[in-house]
């Protein structure tokens, strides 16, 4: 799986869009790019995923570069239960044994 | 996610001792897995398992021992528990069906080895 880099830390304000960036400058065509974020000592979530075009759920919003090599994952009204560590991760698609790989992520703290 | 729940939620044990952490899912899914975590880093695979007659070791299965008892469990043991074994540890399941691609976890397990 191709390795992704993302800041360490970033701060946002509550009711202000978060934008997270990574970098995946190695990602292969068969690559997916995962979101998960884990808040304190809880269990990892996934957020979104995306291979080529934009995505939006009800959490959040991926926007992938058009040649992929860095994507922006988008929280449209950061809350305080916005805080959290959140995971860029690049995934290959016909991945059968789904063995995530949890990089440093970036620490994302939202204030009021 | 409520789906899946894992038990106990914390355990402290003795150096020797053996012990399992259980998880369930009520989501359908055919694949689980077990990881831990460890303070400030990210998550290593234990063992991983795509349906009941099928188990896998991940990158850190030694002094651990897993049984998929039903679709529905997965049971992560420790067979001689041992300090550097204290962490945080995850279930998370997915489904074949959709490429397996998207996981769900359980709220975790805090184990302290003394």
Redesign the interface.
Known sequence: DAKTTQPTSMDCAEGRAANLPCNHSTISGNE?V?WYRQIH??????II?GLKNNETNEMASLIITEDRKSSTLILPHATLRDTAVY?CIV?I?T???????????TQVVVTP | ?AD?TQTPRNRITKTGKRIMLECSQTKGHD?M?WYRQDPGL??Q?IY?S?DVKDI?K?EISDGYSVSRQAQAKFSLSLESAIPNQTA?Y?C?T?DSDR??????????T?LLVL
């Open positions: 997916y995962y000592s809880q269990g990892p979530q996934y995923h995971y995934r698609a991945d059968s044994w789904g063995k995530l790989q949890f990089g440093a992520g | 996610d899946v694949r897995y990210g998550l695979l991983y795509f896998n991940g945080l995850f998370a997915s490429g397996g691609k998207t996981q769900y976890f359980g709220p975790g805090r």
